[in-house]
């Protein structure tokens, strides 16, 4: 990941997070701990995993789900 090649050759698609990530990490000191990069990290980490917009993606289907069991129109826009 640290050399922001992707599978294909290109910009890997979540280097721009690690860039950022570890960006802040080097301007780490006394007066800001590592913990101040949590957005950084958290952006970085649902890059790689997708965990929220997995999440969102069941949330929308669990929606559609109830509206068709009511007989109700679901319009996603």
Same mark, same amino acid.
């Given at each position: /990941?640290s &050399?922001? %090649?992707? %599978? ?11 860039a950022?990530? *570890? *960006?802040? %990490? !080097?301007?780490?000191?006394?007066? &800001?701990?590592? #913990? /101040? ?8 980490? =649902?890059? /790689?995993?997708?965990?929220?917009? *997995? #999440?969102? $993606?069941? !949330?929308? #289907? #669990?929606?559609?789900?109830?509206? =068709? ?6 319009? $996603? &826009?």
């Amino acid at each position: /990941m640290s &050399s922001g %090649v992707g %599978v294909k050759g290109t910009l890997g698609r979540c280097y721009p997070f690690y860039a950022d990530l *570890k *960006k802040c %990490v !080097q301007k780490k000191t006394l007066e &800001s701990p590592t #913990a /101040m990069c949590w957005a950084e990290n958290e952006d970085y980490f =649902e890059c /790689m995993h997708g965990f929220k917009e *997995k #999440a969102r $993606i069941l !949330q929308v #289907a #669990a929606e559609r789900k109830r509206r =068709e069991k009511l007989g109700e129109k679901f319009d $996603i &826009s």
